[in-house]
């Protein structure tokens, strides 16, 4: 097993993946870390939403690609990544999921005061414990704008008073991906 610090600063997001599903039990596994994480008032108002089903994804993606371009098209010089982001929700064909074989939406209960900590907390919790089993992830906050409707959610089977909160794709790395550069943060010491 790999040492924690190692799989912290190893940890990628991967963006392409080979076709083998990850299996139940290993969802079951990151799931189970998710609830190791803290949460305020140790509420755990989290829930999760596994999709493997290839039609869903495909319809989710399509989805998310539609609600996605005209939140991004005012800001599409704000940066060359921008822009290239939205030429790839525009290209007809593309995955938001990058054809992973499985998205797992944690859901955060509405009525928990620290809900989008707490589940963001659950979600870097899957993200290190998938690495560190050789299984790649990423969060597709692109998704957001789409499972703001809550008919859809509701459609996906999301339970009553409950919100999309993180979009997790999971899946096996095809290849090795480099890590993006990472700024010196700002560190105020006061002694
Ligand atoms: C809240 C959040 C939303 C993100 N949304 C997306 C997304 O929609 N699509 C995507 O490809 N990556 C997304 N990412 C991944 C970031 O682009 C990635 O974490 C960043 O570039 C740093 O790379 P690293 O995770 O490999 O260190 C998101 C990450 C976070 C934390």
């Known amino acids: 097993m790999k040492d924690i610090i190692e799989v ?5 997001s991967v963006r392409e993946y080979k076709e083998d599903q990850v299996p139940d ?4 596994f990151l799931i189970d870390c998710a609830r190791y994480a803290p949460s305020g008032f ?8 596994v999709i ?3 039609d869903t994804l495909r319809k989710l993606s399509e989805s998310g690609k539609k609600s996605m371009i005209p939140l991004l098209e005012p800001f599409k010089d704000a940066s060359p990544k921008t822009k290239n982001f939205l030429l790839f929700l525009k290209t007809k064909g593309t ?15 509405k009525a ?3 809900v989008d900590f707490d589940c963001s907390m659950a979600a870097q919790n899957m ?7 050789g299984i790649g992830s990423c969060w597709i906050g692109g998704l957001l704008p789409a499972l703001m409707n ?12 409950y919100k999309e909160v993180a979009p997790l794709i999971f899946g096996y790395p095809k290849g090795k991906t480099a890590l993006p550069e990472r700024s010196e943060p700002q560190v105020i010491w006061l002694k």
Not at 25 to 28: A, C, Q, S, V
Not at 127 to 133: G, I, K, P, V
Not at 150 to 161: D, F, I, Q, V
């Open 25 to 28: 039990k290993d969802i079951e």
């Open 150 to 161: 809550e008919e859809l959610l509701k459609e996906l089977g999301a339970p009553e008073g």
């Open 42 to 49: 140790n509420m755990q108002p989290w829930s999760f939403l």
């Open 52 to 54: 493997k089903n290839r």
């Open 95 to 109: 995955d938001m999921f990058y054809n992973a074989p499985v998205l797992v939406i944690i859901l955060g209960n």
């Open 127 to 133: 993200m290190l414990a998938a690495h560190s089993r």
């Open 8 to 12: 912290i600063k190893t940890r990628r």
């Open 112 to 114: 928990a005061v620290t």
